[in-house]
């Protein structure tokens, strides 16, 4: 079982900068391809950006040149630094880890707010 905790969500105004944390358990993180994924109301769940174990990316088209995603394997955590927000980016953002098992685990999602 792989726990998956986010953190570092809050209210930001519009044009600022947020960054979202996601640790995860167990002793192969290095492995695991892990996403972000967020979640506004009434509408479905979207993927934002994955990292996979050779550390490349891949970013909506809706957050590219203004979101990053990292990871510190050393740490078992990815993080999603988020600069420029907009106001069409408040969502729950929510970490995904998936296993070469093809076994995924969920955190229980950050609250992203951008308003002003």
């Known amino acids: 079982q792989v726990q998956v905790v986010e953190s570092g969500g809050g209210l930001v105004q519009p044009g600022g900068s947020l960054r979202l944390s996601c640790a995860a358990s167990?002793?192969?993180?290095?492995?695991?391809?892990m996403s972000w994924y967020r979640q506004a109301p009434g509408k479905q769940r979207e993927l934002v950006a994955s990292?996979?174990?050779?550390?490349?990316?891949n970013y909506a088209d809706s957050v590219k040149g203004r979101f990053t995603i990292s990871r510190d394997d050393t740490k078992n955590t990815v993080y999603l630094q988020m600069n420029s927000l907009k106001v069409e980016d408040t969502a729950v953002y929510y970490c995904?880890?998936?296993?070469?098992?093809?076994?995924?685990?969920w955190g229980q999602g950050t609250q992203v707010t951008v308003s002003s």
């Open positions: 167990g002793s192969f993180f290095s492995i695991y391809v």
């Open positions: 990292i996979y174990s050779g550390h490349s990316t």
């Open positions: 995904r880890a998936y296993t070469p098992q093809a076994v995924e685990y």
